[in-house]
């Protein structure tokens, strides 16, 4: 075997499988998280393709296109879908910050938001403080292991340079996104709930007692229920993550399954 049959196959296939590898590191809860360092980011990267490529690698003879489009073509194929894998994952973990966004409406905290070092971008208060314990939660439970072992197994679902696009994905992920707006009213609903009984409840009392100020009243009251509401409901939340979590682990196989095309 000659220097250009092996850079053809062997180290071309490792190529596209660090590709694939690198997606999850641009998009995926944790393992993109801009407050990893790139280095790290990159050298796990390498590992990982590092670890996965013997079994790739044995498991059929690949050769690369000879063509530098074609091959430009195939790489940005097997990005998509380790992007693809990450996208999906972090879809729960937007539902989480929209929820987030939503509490902090309806307590008063709009205006109030912080710097998170995760994405690199201001997030709301309490948007920031469920995001932090959800992606704890998903530590604890091993959910990074999950998407490591579904970007194992897109490697047999989907094997190198056997992407098929088919218009089933844009649906798919269309229905994957839509599912952020109704976790996170689901996620949102005991504190807005609360919110909307307090302002029922001054909207009496504004009319009963006129020399009332009401808006001097509301705000602390505001803040007062809502954080106590949210406090009691952390446990709920806990367990309602495993739900979210455990539809995440699906929605990443059924992204999979629809890039090559299965039903």
Known sequence: ????????????????????????????????????????????AFAFSLLLFPVVDASEIIYAPESMIAYAAVVLAEFFIGWLIGFVAYISFAAITMAGKIMDLQVGFAIVNVMDPTSGQQMPLIGSFLYNLGLIV????????MIIAALAESFRAVPILAFEF????SATIAQFTTGIFTAGMKIAMPVTFAILLTNVGLGILARTMPQLNIFVVGLPMHIMIGLTVLALTIPFYVMFLDVIFNEMYGNISLAIQSLHGKS
Do not use: C, E, K
């Open 1 to 44: 075997m000659d220097f250009f049959d092996l850079l053809q196959g062997h180290a071309a296939v490792y190529m596209l499988l660090l590709t694939r590898v690198s997606g999850i590191f641009v998009m995926s809860p944790f393992f993109g998280s801009l407050n990893i360092p790139v280095t790290f980011r990159v050298g796990a």
């Open 138 to 145: 998903f530590v604890v439970t091993n959910g990074h292991h």
């Open 166 to 169: 088919d218009t089933s994905l």
